[in-house]
């Protein structure tokens, strides 16, 4: 029996139940104290640049933006990204990674920033920044805070605290 086709696709309401099941089952409860969670509780992602993987028309993986200002500049914090266990190891988030960050490109964004693993991250274009130049509302690994530019020069002199845009008309 062949597995279905795995398709990606904008996230959509819908959505949101099966997402929720996958980042609770990937980062657990203690997912709520993080320092990314706090900044995204102040308010929505950008579902128009934020991504799912569908499999049989089910959700499996998810990636989400949301926008940010570090200081005065105007950045996206990517995450969560997740993957329900039966399909990780298979390129998934990887591409959902990819098509994120042309979106983002493509909407006039030019940094990205993330709390994460700087060896999976780093193929991406991530780099760690300087230490100290960002600063999260909760304790975080300095050495954890990726930036990626998707303009030359964007994370060039970034300095301040992160938090959320506020921006309206997301949904």
Same mark, same amino acid.
């Given at each position: 029996?062949?597995?279905?086709?795995?398709?990606?696709?904008?996230?959509?309401?819908?959505?949101?139940?099966?997402?929720? &099941?996958?980042?609770?089952?990937?980062?657990?409860?203690?997912?709520?104290?993080?320092?990314?969670?706090?900044?995204?509780?102040?308010?929505?992602?950008?579902?128009?640049?934020?991504?799912?993987?569908?499999?049989?028309?089910?959700?499996?993986?998810?990636?989400?933006?949301?926008?940010?200002?570090?200081? %005065?500049?105007?950045? /996206? /914090? #990517?995450?969560?990204?997740?993957?329900?266990?039966?399909?990780?190891?298979?390129?998934?988030?990887?591409? #959902?990674? %990819?098509?994120? /960050?042309?979106?983002? %490109?493509?909407?006039?964004?030019?940094?990205?920033?993330?709390?994460?693993?700087?060896? $999976? $991250?780093?193929?991406?274009?991530?780099?760690?920044?300087?230490?100290?130049?960002? &600063?999260?509302?909760?304790?975080?690994? &300095?050495?954890?805070?990726?930036?990626?530019? /998707?303009?030359?020069?964007?994370?060039?002199?970034?300095?301040?605290?992160?938090?959320? &845009?506020?921006?309206?008309?997301?949904?």
């Amino acid at each position: 029996m062949t597995r279905p086709a795995i398709v990606t696709a904008a996230e959509m309401p819908a959505h949101d139940a099966d997402i929720e &099941q996958i980042h609770a089952d990937a980062f657990g409860p203690g997912r709520f104290a993080r320092a990314a969670f706090r900044i995204r509780e102040g308010g929505p992602h950008d579902r128009t640049l934020s991504r799912v993987a569908l499999s049989d028309g089910k959700v499996i993986a998810s990636v989400r933006l949301t926008p940010a200002l570090i200081g %005065k500049t105007p950045a /996206l /914090l #990517l995450g969560p990204l997740a993957v329900t266990p039966a399909f990780m190891n298979k390129g998934i988030g990887r591409n #959902l990674m %990819k098509e994120c /960050l042309a979106l983002a %490109k493509d909407a006039g964004h030019s940094l990205v920033i993330l709390v994460g693993d700087e060896p $999976y $991250y780093a193929p991406f274009g991530f780099k760690r920044v300087p230490a100290k130049s960002i &600063q999260f509302p909760a304790p975080v690994d &300095q050495n954890r805070i990726l930036a990626c530019e /998707l303009a030359d020069g964007a994370a060039d002199m970034v300095n301040g605290a992160v938090r959320h &845009q506020n921006l309206a008309g997301f949904s």
